[in-house]
Structures are given as C-alpha cells and as structure tokens.
C-alpha cells in the first residue's frame, strides 16, 4: 500500500523524506520517488525529481548521487494500482514543470477527466490516476487560481479515495494536502511541519499531530497550519504521542496478544483505508489486473490453515448470501494432496498472516498447474513468498503480529473478504445502492470493535470461571459456526484447555452426551434469523445441567438464568456480527490464560510462522 511524507523546514528536508519513507515500508509497495523545491543558481525555485523501482534503499542511492536538495519536498512509496511498478508511474508525478504532487487511494472517475484534459491539450506521461489529479490542479492554476484554491476545486471533481499532498515552485513556501478516503497526519514542529499517511513516518522529527479528517484540506507553511473543512476554516486538535509502541514493543500491555487484540480498531481502520470510499468499494485495490479477474469469476476455492482458515469459512456466507458465488473451503495440507476438479471460471484465494506456511505456499504451487481463473493471496506480509507468487494481492494492515495466537490477522482479513464479496456482488447483481448500504456498515466496524473491548473486565471476571476446567464447547450457527471454530482455537493454544466448536444444531446428534455441569459452553448469539432456533439449542444445553456463557447481541436482551451468563455485546448489523462477535472470544480465551498463568505470547509447542510440513 503507499506511503506519503511531505516536509516544510528551514533546514534540508530530503533525508527526513527518505526516513520517513524507510518507516513506511512495512505497508508493501513497488517503486518510490521524490520531488523537492530546488534553486536554480539565480535563485529561482524549481520542481527536482528522483524516482526508482524497487525499495527505498534504491531510491536513497539514487537521491545520493544527484544534486537533489531542498527545504520543501514530498515522497511516496506506491503500490501499482493503475499502470505497472515503473519510473514513470511511480509518484510524485507533475503537471508541466510548476507542479508535483503525490497521492493514496483510486479516482474512480479518472478515465472520465482524463479524457476532457486530453482533449484540453493535456500530454499524459503514466497510466496513473493520479497524473489525472496533477492536471485538474493546473488548468485552475492556470486560470488564476492560487494552489489551494485550484486543490479545493480540483478535489470536488474527484470520486474514490485520496490522501494528496500537493507542492508547487510558484508558491514555493506551502503543502497543500487534502484527504477523503486515505489518512493523513499533519506532524507539528517548530519552525518546520511534516505530514504523513502514517505518524509512524514522522516519529524520528515530532511527536506532536493533527489528525486530518475526512474532507479536510489544510496549507501547511513553516510556521502556519490552516484546515477547511467544507469551505469552512477549522481548527483541529494536536495530540501528543510521547511514544508510539511499534509493533515489536508490549507498551502499556502485559502481553503482545492483548496489545494485538486492542489494536483492532485503528488496523482495521488502516486496512479498509483506500480500500473503501464513502459509498463504494475500489476493486482497483486489488491490482491492476484484478478488475478483469474479477469479471471472469464464477466460484471461488479458499485455502488456508488454521485461524486464517476460519476467516474463509466466514467468508464462504457472505460470498453466497451476497455474491451468490459458490465458494469451498479447504484446509491447505488436505488440498495439496488431493485430486481437484476445478469448476471453470474459478477464482483460486489464499488466506496467511505470515505468508511463509509451507503447506499454504504448497496448495498455491499445486494450484497454479490447475486451471483457475488466477490466484488471488489476502496476506499481512507485503514481501512473503505467497504475495510474490500470487497473480494478485490484498495486504491486510494488521502490522507485525508477534503474539502466536493469530487475533488482529483474523479480523483484517475478515475486512478484506467482506470488500472481496462486495468486489464480486457488483458482477452478479449487487445494485449500487445496496453496495452503500454494506460500505456503510463496514465504516462503523472500528467503533464497534472499540465498543465491544470495552467488556474486557467483565470477561476478566467470568474467565475465573474456566481457569479449573478442561474441556469446553463453542456453538455457533451459520456465519457463526467458523466464529464459535476460532474461539475454541484460541481458548485451547494458549490456555490448554481442550475446547471443541459445533454447529450448534448438531448438538443432539452426538455432542449433548458429553453436558454436565463440569463443561462449560460457550455460545455466540448474534441478531440474526438463527436466533429462534439457537436459543432452542441452548435450552437443551442448560436442561442437562450445562452452564452457558452466552455473548448475545444487546438488542435481544437475552436474560440471565441460573445456570446461563449472558454478556451483552454491542448491537451491530448482521454483516459485521462475525468480526465483532470473534472479539469477546479472543479476550475470553486471553483471561483465561492469563489465570492459569500459561505463556500467552509464545504457547508451548508452537511456532508463530510454520514453515514446514
Ligand atoms: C492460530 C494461528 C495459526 C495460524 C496458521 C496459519 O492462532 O495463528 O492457526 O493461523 O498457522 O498461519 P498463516 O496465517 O501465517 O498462514
């Protein structure tokens, strides 16, 4: 995914750009570049550029043998979206030689303004949107407009997601920046300002942000910030952030899992961001190629191992109930050996954090030989062996997760799936309206999981409960059967204790005979069309003396009894229930181990990473 930073100092600014986008590295990208305001020897300013494919080092050994210099400067690290990783597509890119500007997200509309600018005289050097951008900005430069007028008007014009950080040797004591869609963070100094798409980018120059909304442009000067929002000047608040925990730091947290756990909102966030816009989501994301894949598609063939596996099984209800797309999902180490008949038209998708497991590389390799549409891989690892191998890709922003029970992985690539769903819908009948409707839902989904941590001490509390046992059952139904698999996983990893998933209907088909009061049952009870028939389930639990601990959406108010624990979750929509409702597991299964005393972070026999067989 791409990376901004952008500098306005009195001192020079090129190495605080090059660090800033080392920092950003992590998110995954293709190519990099760089635009300062240089003088000419009269003193004139003007617009100097170096770009590379490759990593940032690259760039850094070009920078260092040119003259670049400056005091005023943007850079970015870029993911091809539109057009394939070259020096021409790569960012910052220009219009004429008074403009630069550099840009996250997808204009949908980018064909549709670039053809009027084509017939206005405009030259297009890449096969960007973001060229698109650099123009509109031009023509109303050209017309009077001082640059954060034209940047107003030019992103009025505008429909998709961006993050644009924008420079101009005219007016060369200013960045104008603009956001709807991708974040951006403005880092306060003193007698110098930065911005970023992540304040991870600026952290060696300030600790002092403003956090952009979305819609706001801001002129950021040496000693000035100045924000819009809607036509209006606003001031927005500086937050301090005396130190951002990396990933590789616990920070306030006793264990990496719990950190993990807490960190959901702001990664789900960063994984849906220049991946959804206001009313719809930019299949562009994907790749370049995915668009065309996409419309070839007929089924999809999910596989993965172990937690990642879960999200597919997730992700098979919504391809069918929104998609109406038959999916399968397959375990990876049973794929790889078996005979596959693959349906045509059939989408091939991988699921890993790591990117490195053996099998799921395997089932990737095998996969290729057959004969799917293409292979598709939903990675937290930009650089991994499954993302280079893949024809497509789809990075989950999770960050390093170090905790060996997968927690944030699982819920970004949840996120992914739904915007993959929503992607294929669109080929099958999803009207536009409907599509706003999910999009919607999914922009709430960080304030839901934030709401939802908030039963971390009432989880902590009834976690005391397990601490003596061990075994356990998990029911779920439907959607939420894959939900109650992913529970009991994290419950037996890191507490040991054996915990065993079913359906929840298949309980008197065999599982009933092992309820009495020792085994405590874990249920989840969304607000769905399964309720009726659940609450059925768990009678027949509770009349054979088993004590349910049932994590029930608040809207039912579903009562406590003697021998039933209801934890109110926080009411969500039927499409986000399986994100939010995997949340009060994780911390269950986290409490529990903390009381038992296990090693949380690093379960015995287990790697986080399983590379081989
Ligand atoms: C469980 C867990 C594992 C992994 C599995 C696949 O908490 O982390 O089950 O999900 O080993 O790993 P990845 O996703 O890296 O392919």
Redesign the pocket.
């Known amino acids: 995914m791409c990376g901004i930073v952008g500098a306005i100092a009195e001192r020079e600014v090129r190495e605080i750009l090059l660090e800033g986008l080392k920092r950003l590295e992590y998110r995954g990208y293709d190519s990099a570049g760089i635009a300062l305001i240089s003088q000419k020897k009269n003193g004139d300013p003007f617009i100097d550029t170096v770009k590379t494919v490759g990593k940032v080092n690259k760039l850094q050994s070009a920078v260092k043998s040119s003259k670049l210099s400056g005091r005023v400067g943007i850079a970015h690290t870029r993911w091809a979206t539109h057009g394939k990783p070259s020096v021409t597509n790569a960012h910052p890119h220009r219009s004429g030689e008074d403009i630069a500007l550099v840009h996250n997200g997808i204009i949908e509309n980018f064909e549709a303004l670039r053809s009027v600018l084509v017939k206005e005289g405009y030259g297009f050097e890449s096969d960007t949107d973001t060229e698109t951008i650099a123009h509109l900005i031009h023509q109303r430069r050209v017309k009077g407009d001082s640059l954060l007028e034209a940047v107003k008007a030019t992103v009025k014009r505008l429909e998709g997601a961006y993050g644009l950080c924008v420079i101009d040797n005219n007016e060369p004591d200013k960045l104008i920046v603009a956001r709807s869609g991708s974040p951006l963070v403005i880092g306060v100094g003193i007698g110098e300002n930065f911005v970023a798409s992540d304040p991870l980018a600026l952290g060696q120059v300030t600790d002092r942000f403003i956090y952009l909304e979305e819609g706001d442009i801001a002129q950021i000067e040496r000693e000035e910030i100045s924000i819009w929002h809607k036509s209006k000047k606003v001031k927005r608040e500086i937050t301090t952030v005396l130190h951002q925990a990396g990933d590789t730091e616990k920070g306030q947290y006793q264990h990496f899992m719990l950190k993990e756990i807490f960190e959901q909102p702001r990664v789900i966030q960063e994984t849906l961001d220049g991946r959804v816009s206001k009313t719809s989501v930019l299949e562009q994301a994907f790749g370049i190629e995915a668009p065309a894949i996409f419309d070839q598609v007929q089924s999809v063939q999910i596989v ?5 596996s879960h999200a597919g099984l997730v992700a098979k209800y919504w391809l069918e109930s929104i998609a109406k797309i038959p999916c399968q999902v397959d375990i990876a180490s049973d794929y790889r050996y078996r005979d596959i008949i693959v349906q045509p038209g059939t989408l091939f998708v991988t ?7 053996a099998d ?1 590389l395997a089932a990737l390799r095998y996969a290729k030989k057959l004969k799917y549409v293409a292979s598709l891989a939903i990675c937290n690892v930009a650089t991994s062996s499954l993302v280079r191998e893949s024809d497509i890709s789809m990075l989950t922003m999770a960050g390093q997760e170090i905790g ?3 927690t944030k ?1 699982f819920t970004t690539q949840l996120a992914i799936l739904l915007v993959m769903a929503i992607v294929l819908a669109r080929r099958t009948g999803l009207s536009a309206e409907k599509e706003k409707k999910l999009v919607k839902e999914l922009h709430k989904l960080p304030h839901v999981i934030e709401k939802t941590l908030g039963l971390h001490r009432q989880i902590k509390t009834i976690s005391k409960q397990f601490s003596d046992k061990h075994h356990s059952l998990f029911l779920g139904r439907g959607i939420q059967y894959p939900v109650a698999k992913e529970g009991a ?2 419950l037996k ?1 890191i507490s040991y204790i054996h915990a065993e998933a079913y359906p929840a209907g298949e309980l008197k088909h065999g599982p009933l005979a092992l309820v009495d009061n020792k085994m405590p049952v874990v249920a989840v009870a969304p607000n769905n069309d399964l309720l009726g028939k659940l609450k059925a389930n768990l009678s027949e639990v509770s009349a054979r003396g088993g004590k349910l601990y049932v994590f029930a959406d608040e809207s039912i108010k579903y009562q406590s009894e003697k021998r039933i624990k209801v934890i109110n979750v926080p009411s969500c929509s039927e499409i986000l229930a399986p994100i939010v409702f995997t949340v009060p597991l994780q911390l269950l299964s986290y409490y529990v181990a903390l009381t038992k005393g296990t090693d949380v972070d690093h379960p015995r026999n287990l790697a986080k ?2 590379t081989v067989e």
């Open positions: 993965a191992c172990g937690t990642s699921i890993s954090q790591s990117g490195e497991t799921t060996v029970a997968s992985a996983l994290k990893e990473s399983v």
